[in-house]
């Protein structure tokens, strides 16, 4: 008897046993890949430790404290630079414009921990900015008034100048998609320049604003290597301390549980901002964007206004890494350095690839089967992009660990001797958390590039006698091969820069550029740490230029190149 076809959305009929396939093999894919979130989850059940009420008492509520200041300052700063950025070089016309475009985006590839550590050798008491002001002077230390570094202001700022871009990046690509019919009707309705931008243009752009914001504050939370440097007390550094310093896996799951909760909080907060946002177009007329000239006077405040982030948070940074790094190269730049390199390269290539085989898994089931179900499992196995990375390795840690013992009590007792750690001492463990830390990341550019290709190419391939698998093998992967490789390049140079699930779960004697600068920062060998972090700069560099081409060609109505 024929099996009777299954019907998706008016496309291709499709065998209902290959639909129930596509959505095991979804349902298991998630599942694995939400097994750290389940088992942090999990200890909200369990009773607490000795050690929680203590932590309670004590350091708890400086976390929640710290944490809300972090949030509510890179809120203000990274949102006041990346829109006030975004709507100048969207708007006006200035010297220097058309550089600054692309530019803004530069600070994305310094890590705040770097840019935390470069900071801190530049203004710290010992650094060349204290002693040039005591020299010119003739003052002596603490005759004089200067801003404190390591402290929660000076966090703020450095997250500020490192995460503006999201803001940027969003809200720019908000305003150049905006029909100028719109803004000109509110000039005819006796509005001013500022009046068009507060009442129209963000109104219009809130949405994206939103969510900038907020990947800009869960990169915050995210955060270990500055807070951890800066001393100043965070959920991220309380996990670290709970697991090392008093080896309580039980409060450690239990504070980054709570640390999760704040990160849905947050979700939840940007999508009903969104919702209760009912601003919309209601033309579809695009015109050229007015590319105002300013007066001379403005085009210089507006030039020093896109200037200043730029310089502060990549320029000056990148600057002085190179100094340090001509300064010690001959004793940093040896073996050790280009085994570091090694590890780093060939774990971030491996995590890249392995991440793109379940992106691939669930972005092409949604192609073929955009059911519910479908839909619903590949959002959820996207969540880790959202969880921090000392909770994600807290949430690896304990189910693998008790694999671990589980089969070395097995092993002893039928052999007497176990085989110790096969999955938590190893690579593995690290793969396995950078691919459930960073699939969001290949599973949306799949998705954008699936997106890309007609269903009638689909259609005439089947027809042909080509099963799903193969259209997808002979289709689909050649056409999508630039959309394939800026994931492997994202998700290349964010394991790159990943340090707190690094610096957690790395097998013993088993270090990366991260962790080595972050080890060499922790020393006070700041110069030292400079050729790691420079190498790291210099990677992330990737990422950006390929944004960069995607924001100049993403207004309505114009032809890509």
Not at 116 to 122: C, F, H, K, Q
Not at 390 to 415: K, S
Request: with cysteine.
């Amino acid at each position: 008897m024929l099996q009777q076809p299954a019907f998706t959305d008016g496309n291709t009929p499709v065998a209902r046993g290959w639909i129930s396939g596509w959505t095991l093999a979804g349902a298991i894919t998630s599942l694995v890949i939400l097994v750290p979130i389940i088992s942090v989850c999990a200890y909200w059940f369990a009773p607490p430790s000795e050690n929680w009420g203590h932590l309670v008492d004590t350091v708890l509520p400086e976390y929640v404290s710290n944490s809300l200041w972090l949030m509510f300052g890179v809120s203000l700063g990274a949102g006041s630079i990346g829109v006030t950025t975004a709507w100048l070089t969207s708007m006006y016309r200035f010297p220097g414009r058309d550089f600054l475009t692309w530019a803004l985006l530069l600070p994305l590839a310094m890590p705040a921990y770097i840019i935390a550590y470069t900071y801190t050798g530049l203004l710290d008491v010992s650094g060349p900015v204290q002693s040039t002001i005591r020299e010119t002077f003739g003052l002596r230390y603490g005759e004089y008034w200067f801003p404190e570094v390591r402290s929660l202001a000076g966090a703020i700022a450095m997250f500020s100048l490192v995460l503006f871009p999201y803001v940027y990046l969003l809200a720019r690509a908000a305003f150049i998609n905006q029909s100028i019919c719109v803004l000109e009707a509110s000039r005819t309705l006796g509005c001013g320049p500022w009046q068009s931008f507060s009442r129209v243009a963000m109104p219009l752009a809130r949405p994206a604003i939103a969510a900038g914001l907020s990947l800009a504050l869960m990169e915050t939370l995210a955060d270990f290597g500055t807070v951890e440097y800066f001393g100043v007390s965070t959920f991220t550094t309380g996990i670290y301390r709970t697991w090392f310093g008093m080896y309580d896996a039980v409060a450690a799951a239990q504070l980054s549980a709570l640390l999760m909760l704040f990160v849905f909080v947050l979700i939840l907060l940007e999508r009903w901002s969104r919702r209760r946002a009912h601003f919309h177009h209601t033309t579809n007329r695009y015109q050229k964007l007015p590319d105002v000239p300013l007066p001379p006077l403005w085009a210089a405040v507006a030039c020093i206004a896109c200037l200043l982030p730029l310089l502060f948070g990549f320029v000056v940074p990148v600057i002085q890494l190179g100094l340090w790094a001509i300064e010690t190269h001959d004793k940093m730049l040896d073996q050790r350095f280009f085994t570091l390199a090694w590890h780093s390269f060939t774990l971030a290539a491996a995590a890249a690839l392995i991440a793109l085989a379940p992106a691939l898994l669930l972005g092409y089931g949604n192609r073929i089967q955009p059911t519910r179900t479908m839909h619903f499992f590949s959002r959820l196995a996207a969540m880790g992009y959202a969880i921090p990375g000392t909770v994600i390795a807290v949430g690896v840690l304990i189910p693998f660990g008790a694999l671990d013992n589980q089969i070395n009590d097995w092993m002893r007792e039928r052999y007497g001797e176990g085989p110790g750690l096969l999955f938590s001492g190893t690579v593995f463990i690290l793969l396995f958390a950078y691919t459930v830390r960073f699939l969001a990341v290949s599973l949306q550019t799949v998705e954008a590039g699936l997106g890309k290709i007609r269903p009638s190419m689909d259609d005439a391939a089947r027809s042909m006698g080509n099963n799903r698998a193969s259209v997808l093998r002979h289709i689909h992967l050649p056409v999508m091969k630039g959309s394939l490789l800026t994931a492997v390049v994202i998700v290349f140079v964010d394991v790159m820069k990943e340090l707190p699930a690094t610096l957690v779960l790395r097998p013993f004697d088993f270090n990366t550029l991260a962790v080595r600068a972050y080890e060499l920062a922790s020393d006070e060998r700041l110069a030292d740490s400079s050729t790691a972090a420079l190498a790291i700069v210099a990677v992330g560099i990737i990422p950006v230029i390929l944004l960069s081409g995607a924001i100049s060609r993403s207004r309505a109505g114009t032809r890509p190149l």
